[in-house]
């Protein structure tokens, strides 16, 4: 039987997933997120340098602090994603306007070597070749 993407795996998976923050305490707020994952059983095994970067698409915003951290997770691609986006909202994220301002934005990158295409996920991310924001933090664990 074909697994849906939201049942726990009994198997340790490694996925890869972007960092970022622009309001309040950057770091901070990245720290505590990660600080989640691992209350919530995403093991964080390593986390890249943090970049201070200039904001893309809305850019009347104040500047970004973003990276990437590596996971060990036995959730499947779609129940990471459930995870993650229930930390950004225990956080107090709110979208008022689309890759606008936020406090915390946690997006899977890649999960093992899957390909994803899901109306709500895209695996590897749509956006990684053209954010270096992503790709600076990333070739660290080349």
């Known amino acids: 039987m074909a697994s ?3 049942e726990p795996s009994q198997v340790s998976r490694t ?8 309001l309040g305490n950057r770091i901070g707020m990245i720290e505590k997120a990660c600080d989640e994952m691992t209350a919530r059983g995403i093991r964080v095994r390593r986390t890249s340098t943090l970049w201070e970067t200039e904001p893309m698409y809305v850019l009347d915003q104040d500047s970004f602090v973003n990276g990437v951290c590596e996971v060990e997770t036995s959730l499947e691609p ?3 994603l459930d995870e993650l986006q229930d930390i ?3 956080m107090g994220r709110k979208k008022i306007v689309d890759k606008g301002p936020r ?4 997006d899977i ?3 093992e070597d899957r390909v994803v295409n899901h109306e709500r ?6 956006g990684i070749a053209e954010r270096e924001f992503v790709l600076r933090p990333l070739a660290e664990y080349a």
Do not use: C, K, V
């Open 103 to 106: 406090n915390i934005d946690l």
């Open 88 to 90: 950004e909202r225990s």
């Open 121 to 126: 996920l895209t695996l590897p991310h749509a």
């Open 4 to 6: 849906s993407g939201t």
């Open 78 to 80: 779609l129940a990471l």
């Open 15 to 22: 996925a890869y997933i972007a960092l970022g923050s622009n």
């Open 109 to 111: 990158l890649l999960y």
